[in-house]
């Protein structure tokens, strides 16, 4: 059972900063691919940022200068950096974990909320 803990979500003004974790409890060896979702209300879940096994980096155009997502293998995490928040960047945001077998593994979501 994989097992993805997450943590920095919270209130913040509008052009503040958040930074997401997200802790895998499996080998960052087994997993293909890492990346954060994100749910507005009323809205699909959409991608924000995701980080393959190679580094390859993808995002969303509506985050690109704004956010960063990176890796540390040694601690089998992903991390977001977001800056200059907005207050449409406001949303539930999981972790999403692909294993290298093709199944796909979410976190429990963190709020982010951020205020005009």
């Known amino acids: 059972q994989v097992q993805l803990v997450e943590s920095g979500g919270g209130l913040v003004q509008a052009g503040g900063s958040l930074r997401l974790s997200c802790a895998a409890s499996?080998?960052?060896?087994?997993?293909?691919?890492m990346g954060w979702y994100r749910q507005a209300p009323g809205k699909q879940r959409e991608l924000v940022a995701r980080?393959?096994?190679?580094?390859?980096?993808n995002y969303a155009d509506s985050v690109k200068g704004r956010f960063t997502i990176s890796r540390d293998n040694a601690k089998n995490t992903v991390y977001l950096q977001m800056n200059s928040l907005k207050p449409e960047d406001t949303a539930v945001y999981y972790c999403n974990v692909r294993h290298i077998w093709g199944a796909d593994y979410w976190g429990q979501g963190t709020q982010v909320t951020v205020s005009s």
């Open positions: 499996i080998s960052i060896f087994s997993i293909n691919a």
């Open positions: 980080i393959t096994g190679g580094g390859t980096t």
